[in-house]
């Protein structure tokens, strides 16, 4: 699976982006889709999951800001990013599993497939 993503940018506080993530095979077919972020000198984190029946779970910091979604005719990932502060500035990556789960989560083994990664940073 071939993951490729856009939309990245920079922005001020309060503003909005909008990631994408082609991916090279139905979305449908796979079982859980997330993102992930991580900024220089930290750890990367999981930012929201979707699984193929369009089931979505968040991290507790993004919850009402950020909204996961697919287009299953296009093979697409998205990420709409609302609200965004400056503790949002990362990298960001789309990832895919192989794998099957009870619930889809943005838990960083369970992924297998990555993007290159598209960068966000918000200003202040």
């Known amino acids: 699976v071939r993951l490729v993503e856009s939309g990245g940018g920079s922005v001020q506080a309060g503003g909005s982006l909008r990631l994408s993530c082609a991916v090279s095979?139905?979305?449908?077919?796979?079982?859980?889709m997330a993102w992930f972020r991580q900024a220089p000198g930290k750890e990367r984190e999981g930012v929201a999951a979707?699984?193929?029946?369009?089931?979505?779970s968040y991290a507790d910091s993004v919850k009402g800001r950020f909204t996961i979604s697919k287009d299953d005719a296009d093979n697409t990932l998205y990420l709409q990013m609302n609200s965004l502060k400056p503790e949002d500035t990362a990298m960001y990556y789309c990832?895919?599993?192989?794998?099957?789960?009870?619930?889809?989560?943005?838990?960083?083994?369970?992924?297998?497939?990555w993007g290159q990664g598209t960068q966000v940073t918000v200003s202040s």
């Open positions: 979707i699984g193929y029946d369009g089931s979505t």
């Open positions: 095979r139905s979305t449908y077919s796979i079982y859980c």
């Open positions: 990832a895919a599993s192989s794998l099957t789960f009870p619930r889809c989560r943005a838990n960083d083994n369970w992924y297998n497939y």
